[in-house]
């Protein structure tokens, strides 16, 4: 995360090749019927920009803690072509994942919040059958939560209201220590149907920032996940397709 408003606004009057180039180191479809890969039923049917320091954002508390200026809750659709696929997968060579680990976030199509008073609750929606996560959050205390990398231990969140949203801290020590800020703000002019998920991962002395879009959906998340699974009707497709992205990571 400048404020994540203002850095998304900047990212979309550059061309899209601009957009997917702002790296900070150191700061078509299958029928719904096919049989998935991702399945845990027999039958087979089945988350750049350049910006401030993450730290300097999560500092600027607006307001008093537990404070809601905007409502985050609902279920946001990750909008793939407005947000920065190089500066992601950056983050995702810092943080070490490769393999499945890799093809699961790449496969997060879209977030279930829940937003209140107390703090922020973020259920990440992919079609992949084991990562079922939601991490819940509190303005007033810190949480532990399971580490994203799913390496040994826990990592310690909090939440902070920030202008236009809501920023999280994580903190995770050895093996691969590091910290991540994610600021979600509502896109000024956006009718509150737009928003902006700007994080700062910081791993040994080098810094990536990346910013992801989302739009408001008017689809509940049983019908996202049915749609992905039309999309991502087998794993041979789905390497394919991500290979032919991203190459052999």
Known sequence: ???????????????PAARNSGVGASPRAAPASSPSAFSTDPRGSMCGGSMASGDAVFGQQQGAAGGQAVDLTGVWEKDS????????????????LSGLQRVTARLIEGLDIRHTADGLAV????VVPFFRVTEATKFDAPVSLMRRDLRPGKQTARAQPVEGGVAVRFEWPEPLAGSLVEVYTLARGGGGNEMSVASTLS??????????????SGKDKTQLLRESRARNASMQEVLARQKAQFGDK
């Open 81 to 96: 072509a407005s947000s920065n696929a190089q500066s992601y997968e950056a983050m995702l060579d810092l943080l070490g």
């Open 1 to 15: 995360p400048a404020p994540a408003s203002s850095s998304y606004a900047q990212q979309q009057r550059a061309s």
């Open 123 to 126: 259920n990440f929606v992919t």
């Open 203 to 216: 791993i040994g002395g080098k810094t990536v920032n990346t910013v992801q879009v989302y739009r408001r």
